[in-house]
């Protein structure tokens, strides 16, 4: 048995790199244990307005704080996955057992800088493992040469900490849910209705995920109104409720603008927890806990982030964390 750890969520793309850097010193002192980071190129609006490089936050975020950090990448396209599992095992060698990364398939959105093909989801997703092998690979200190869809020659790293790194596996649909647990060290979703979410969290323990961590980045807004929780969620977030089929293919920043403008401040209660009350938001993580998942990563979508801290910190974490889950 385990404490539950609750992470608070570095949003890159909505909050300037030395903000956030602030904002996580603040989530420690209001008792979270963990921080997720993003990474992306670009923001999913021109609202949002900022994209700030995690990596080189991560090393200010985790000197400055002691909590454990994660963070959502997408080797094979705008990143050499040698590249990756370097900047991993620095991070590893400096801050012992602080840090996983999450290794997806990524979006078009980031991607597509580089000028290179963009694959097809079957693809994306057989590259995606050849990138997880590689730095595996090299995590153990072999000389990796790989001629595949990604392309590695006599890479090795001389740098590494004394373990191998967690690399999760991020999911947003069963199958996928069932093909990272063939060879994640876990899985990472986003929040969803209590039934799909124990159907996740089935297939991947079932296809090999037993015993192994599940996490949830739970996509929430909380205000000290409902009307200014459901305000700050459609100026913010109203670009992120579709699909990820589609969002995986759109361009840019505009293109988001464009899908997120026939989107009513409605229409995100299925895809972000809108409620001004604690004891709502209590509710809803207490659901996912009883689905199966060990650590919980709440995103308040709106910018009200130093209230959204203060409060949780004194109303929602002390509920969690004295607790265990197995």
Known sequence: MSKIAIGYHASHEQFKPSELL?????????????SLSSDH?????????????????LGAA?????????IVNAPGQRYHPAIIAQAVATLCEMFPNRFWIAAGSGQFLNEHI?????PYKEKRNQRLKECVDI???????ETVTHDGLVKVVEAKLYTRPDYIPQIIGPALTVETAAWVGTWADGMITTSREPEELKKMVHAFRENGGAGKPVYLKV?????????????????????????SALLSDIRGAKGFDAAGSVVRPEDLKSSVRISDSTDQHLEWLARDIEAGVTELYLH???????QFIDVFGEKVLPEFLSKSTF
């Not at 730095?135 to 200190?141: D, F, N, T």
């Not at 308040?300 to 130093?306: A, K």
């Open 114 to 118: 580089t000028g290179e093909l963009w």
């Open 135 to 141: 730095m595996r690979a090299l995590w153990r200190g």
């Open 41 to 57: 190129f670009f923001p999913w609006s021109e609202t949002q307005g900022e994209s700030g490089f995690a990596w080189s936050w």
């Open 300 to 306: 308040n979508v709106n910018t009200e982030q130093q």
């Open 22 to 34: 602030k904002l996580v010193v603040q989530a420690q002192q209001a008792g979270f244990t963990n």
């Open 219 to 243: 996509q929430l807004s909380y205000d000290t109104t409902y009307a200014k929780a459901l305000e700050g969620a459609h100026h913010q977030w109203k670009n992120n409720i579709f699909s």
């Open 62 to 70: 985790m000197h400055a704080t002691s909590l454990n950090f994660g």
